[in-house]
């Protein structure tokens, strides 16, 4: 099967950046320069985004301060789908916050996760990184490899640190839920009778939805398991530092700060 050009273009260039680097570690990390290359590797990737994690961080700060009119504008317009629409991307424009921003930092991360696995499961960088080693396990050993010698031992550890992360973000979702879940909505007084009577059926099918949804999202992070049992050593090594970076991100971008009441939305 022929090989994608420009992925194969960017494997190529992964695995010379990577056999750089490791030209670089080795007087430092000796026959682990390979996986500490990795980790730098994945550590430059993050701060290339970062500028994009910090946009999706504000931009949620704007739709959280922007909750309670999204509330009311769904009650006003429980009848009118097209309207509510139009009233909802008129209000986020205003604001400058934009829903779909925030899945880009995830987005961009997915090829560099593919190259890593490509780089690490064939020959198609041609830099003979399969052949470098972690505590005398191949780069590219799988766990349907086998777990004798050292590769069991290592696989459990950054597995277990996968399963740590995962419980931490996860946790940390749950309560970013229940917050949100706190806040009284605002502008009920307005709507009389009759329009919340007309769409009790609608809101009762989306609290139903958005129940579902606050249920299914904090599991989500355990994804991260899952894709590490077939995954070689050298993805599973990027796998466990971004996912790392991620939750660094988390405790010093989303950590909980104080805002006055009244207060206008950050427009920064």
């Not at 590797?41 to 994690?53: E, G, H, M, N």
């Not at 550890?157 to 931490?168: G, R, S, T």
């Not at 606050?214 to 398991?225: D, G, H, I, K």
């Not at 988390?250 to 700060?257: D, F, G, H, K, T």
Request: hydrophobic share 55%; with cysteine; aromatic share 4%.
């Amino acid at each position: 099967m022929l090989a994608f050009a420009p992925l194969h273009a960017a494997v190529g260039a992964a695995g010379s950046a990577l056999s750089a680097l490791t030209t670089l570690l080795e007087p430092l990390a000796g026959g682990a320069a390979t996986a500490a290359a990795i980790v730098l590797f994945t550590v430059a990737v993050r701060l290339l985004i970062s500028p994009l994690t910090v946009a999706q961080v504000r931009g949620e700060r704007r739709r959280a301060a922007l909750a309670p009119q999204v509330r009311d504008l769904q009650r006003r317009c429980a009848d009118d789908p097209a309207r509510l629409q139009s009233e909802l991307f008129a209000l986020y424009r205003s604001a400058g916050a934009n829903p779909v921003a925030g899945c880009l930092p995830v987005l961009l991360q997915a090829p560099f996760l593919l190259v890593m696995y490509r780089l690490f499961s064939t020959t198609e960088g041609g830099t003979g990184l399969l052949d470098e080693r972690l505590a005398g396990v191949p780069l590219g050993h799988h766990l349907g490899d086998g777990l004798a010698g050292a590769a069991g031992p290592l696989f459990a550890v950054l597995l277990a640190a996968l399963l740590a992360l995962a419980w931490w973000t996860s946790r940390r979702m749950r309560r970013a839920s229940a917050a949100a879940d706190a806040t009284p909505p605002t502008g009920t007084a307005a709507i009389g009778p009759v329009a919340r009577t007309g769409g009790a059926e609608r809101d009762a099918s989306a609290e139903g939805v958005g129940a579902a949804l606050a249920r299914l999202l904090p599991l989500l992070p355990y994804a991260t398991v899952l894709v590490a049992l077939v995954l070689p050593l050298a993805a599973v090594l990027y796998l466990v530092t971004t996912t790392a970076w991620s939750a660094l991100e988390q405790a010093v971008l989303r950590r909980p700060r104080a805002v006055p009441a009244g207060a206008d939305i950050d427009r920064r």
